[in-house]
């Protein structure tokens, strides 16, 4: 038999059995069509945490902590590699250590993380929140986020920037109109006045504290949006972002929490940790060497990014699990099919074996109709797959836009998806399709014809 003569039998018996043929193909285009869905939004979920580290900068950023007792909250499983130096208690992380740091080479920029507490005020309303204090270099370096407004021009400029988030939580939903408007800052200082004259007994009675607040304003000179995917914790994660200038006439605790305390040296808290941002990736161990050689810890974000990509290859394999239970009866109900055609042409198939078909032929013809059902069930399922998910991810966006958060592509559709689907779909249908085939390559000629 030739080969055009199996795909023109094969074709026939397809079109010959419409209905089940329909259904047949519309079960493996269900089954493709969430495997299609499940591994775009793997790889969609993996595209846009990888983009927002990257635009947060935090592939390049090393923090530094202070040596000494960690307070507690740690994993301790974890264990500090050979060949790295154990950090030195008597390590201050000061000012002339930022110095230091900012010398090393391959080091783009280094600065204290400092924040303190301060009730946050805007019109009528207040929230309580930390106010993170950053240089003007570090807010415009391209990784601030600040969509309205500006970031502030220097480390002496009266203003601040705040998040869009905040903005919403103090009952303002138009960003761009609260730029140039006025925010209070409220912090709590000791005062040493007070101090000078303590009375414990005025404390207990309530009549007197040592502790006194006071109110600030400042313009607010731009306002952050909410990036993708949270913005991976870069510097859009504070509220509030103040220059170091104007803070520093903040009177304010020299400490945000009471681990600080234990890690004063000479009477002075020193910073609880340095952001270091460097030049580039082939920079990091010889800037963390450098920085250990000093006597304080590391952690960089890239050292945990094989760990993450790790996560994400199982991710991606328990979706994929996921959508094969739909190929899997899928696959089933292509069997299923081929086998009643086999009963329905025992006759036939009898006829073609008595005029000259070999087993072969047979088992071609069969193979053929089982390769057309996965085939086209894998395009339709691909374009299901895709046009699903487009779906799912606009009612998302329309929902998260009510909440203020931007649009995000929560699905990503690499060629090899559709490609590698599609080819699945036709090894799928073949394999289902071997028992039926050699079920009818065994049908005896004689007790065929004899068939009613």
């Not at 929230?127 to 270099?137: C, E, G, K, M």
Request: charge should be positive; include cysteine.
């Amino acid at each position: 038999m030739r080969f055009g003569d199996a795909v023109e039998f094969a074709w026939t018996g397809l079109l010959k059995r419409r209905l089940r043929t329909f259904l047949t193909v519309a079960g493996v285009t269900i089954g493709i069509g969430a495997l299609v869905a499940m591994i775009s939004f793997g790889k969609g979920l993996q595209k846009n945490v990888t983009r927002a580290f990257k635009s947060s900068d935090l592939f390049t950023t090393v923090v530094v902590m202070p040596g000494g007792a960690e307070p507690p909250g740690g994993d301790p499983d974890e264990r500090r590699r050979p060949a790295e130096p154990a950090p030195r208690p008597d390590a201050a992380l000061d000012g002339r250590a930022v110095a230091a740091i900012s010398r090393l080479p391959g080091v783009r920029q280094a600065y204290p993380d400092i924040s303190f507490p301060a009730v946050v005020g805007f019109g009528g309303a207040e929230v309580f929140r930390l106010v993170r204090v950053l240089p003007a270099s570090a807010l415009g370096a391209g990784s601030s986020g600040v969509k309205w407004g500006r970031p502030y021009a220097s480390d002496a400029e009266e203003g601040v920037v705040v998040s869009r988030s905040l903005l919403r939580q103090l009952g303002r939903t138009d960003p761009a109109a609260a730029v140039g408007r006025t925010l209070r800052l409220g912090s709590v200082y000791v005062d040493i006045a007070r101090l000078a004259s303590f009375d414990i007994g005025a404390i207990l009675s309530g009549g007197a504290s040592p502790v006194s607040s006071e109110s600030y304003e400042f313009p607010i000179v731009g306002v952050t949006d909410t990036m993708e995917f949270g913005g991976g914790g870069g510097l859009t994660e504070a509220s509030v972002v103040i220059p170091p200038g104007p803070a520093g006439r903040i009177k304010r605790l020299p400490f945000t929490s009471v681990w600080d305390l234990f890690r004063m040296r000479n009477g002075k808290p020193g910073y609880s940790a340095v952001t270091v941002k460097i030049g580039s990736l082939r920079d990091l161990e010889a800037v963390r060497s450098g920085i250990r050689g000093l006597g304080f810890a590391t952690f960089a974000l890239a050292d945990q990014f094989a760990e993450i990509t790790r996560a994400f290859f199982f991710m991606d394999m328990i979706l994929a699990a996921v959508g094969m239970i739909a190929i899997v009866v899928a696959a089933l109900g292509i069997v299923n099919t081929m086998v009643m055609s086999i009963l329905e042409r025992y006759r036939e198939i009898g006829i073609m074996k008595a005029v000259g078909a070999a087993d072969r032929d047979i088992r071609r013809i069969f193979f053929f109709e089982s390769g057309a059902i996965g085939l086209a069930g894998g395009a339709a399922g691909c374009v299901l797959g895709w046009a699903t998910s487009l779906l799912v991810n606009r009612i998302v966006n329309l929902y998260l836009a009510g909440q203020g958060l931007p649009f995000v592509r929560y699905f990503a559709f690499p060629a090899w998806i559709f490609l590698g689907a599609a080819g699945f779909s036709l090894l799928v249908s073949l394999v289902s399709g071997v028992y039926p085939a050699r079920r009818a390559a065994r049908v005896d000629p004689v007790v065929a014809l004899r068939h009613d």
